[in-house]
């Protein structure tokens, strides 16, 4: 029985701490888009006040805008803001939606993530070992900090896809128990 509440509880941690990670990523991903703005102005008013367009926006905002999307993944997961086809779907009991939650998450989205990640992890070596930059734009800008980025997002969407299995599981055992009373 003890074996069992340590399972409980160490699935509940995980979560806590998956959804904390996602959390403060989706925070810099929001305010990322600040400078991506004043980026965005900045260009705007030199190119069509001063007739003087900058060398150097569209790869920044490029960077910034491409962070910000990737930071927001594991935050978008965490609030359900993820694109699925909900036809079907709602209209099928909630025992039912968790447990296909559980399998298509196992079957199709961690093993996704989790080949995302080693692939991101092993694209952001090999450009911080070449100090890569970016191949638009006249600037030349370093596009390995993004890569890094890029891999640390993927790393936390596929934490909070674990941590959705989790969630799924403690749902049906909490399904089952009110079943039990």
Same mark, same amino acid.
């Given at each position: ?26 925070? $810099?991903?929001?305010? *990322?888009? =600040?400078? +991506?703005? /004043?980026?965005?102005?900045?260009? @705007? ?50 025992? $039912?939606?968790?447990? *296909?939650? =559980?399998? +298509?998450? /196992?079957?199709?989205?961690?093993? @996704? ?58 749902? +049906? ?9």
């Amino acid at each position: 029985m003890g074996e069992r509440k340590g399972k409980k509880g160490f699935m509940k941690s995980y979560i806590n701490v998956a959804e904390k990670i996602s959390d403060i990523s989706g925070m $810099v991903a929001a305010y *990322l888009l =600040i400078p +991506l703005v /004043i980026v965005f102005l900045i260009e @705007i008013i030199s190119r069509n006040i001063f007739n003087h367009p900058t060398t150097w926006a569209y790869g920044t905002c490029f960077i910034i805008g491409g962070c910000s999307a990737l930071l927001g993944f594991g935050y978008a997961l965490k609030s359900g803001a993820m694109v699925r086809i909900d036809i079907l779907y709602t209209r099928l009991p909630e025992k $039912v939606q968790n447990i *296909l939650d =559980i399998i +298509l998450h /196992i079957l199709v989205f961690m093993p @996704i993530t989790i080949g995302g990640s080693y692939l991101c992890i092993c694209y952001a070596v090999d450009s911080v070992m070449t100090m890569e930059t970016l191949s638009v734009g006249s600037w030349n800008a370093p596009i390995w900090p993004t890569k890094i980025v890029m891999a640390i997002s993927f790393v936390i969407l596929a934490m909070q896809g674990l941590a959705e299995i989790f969630k799924n599981i403690e749902n +049906l055992k909490a399904l089952k128990q009110e079943a039990n009373r």
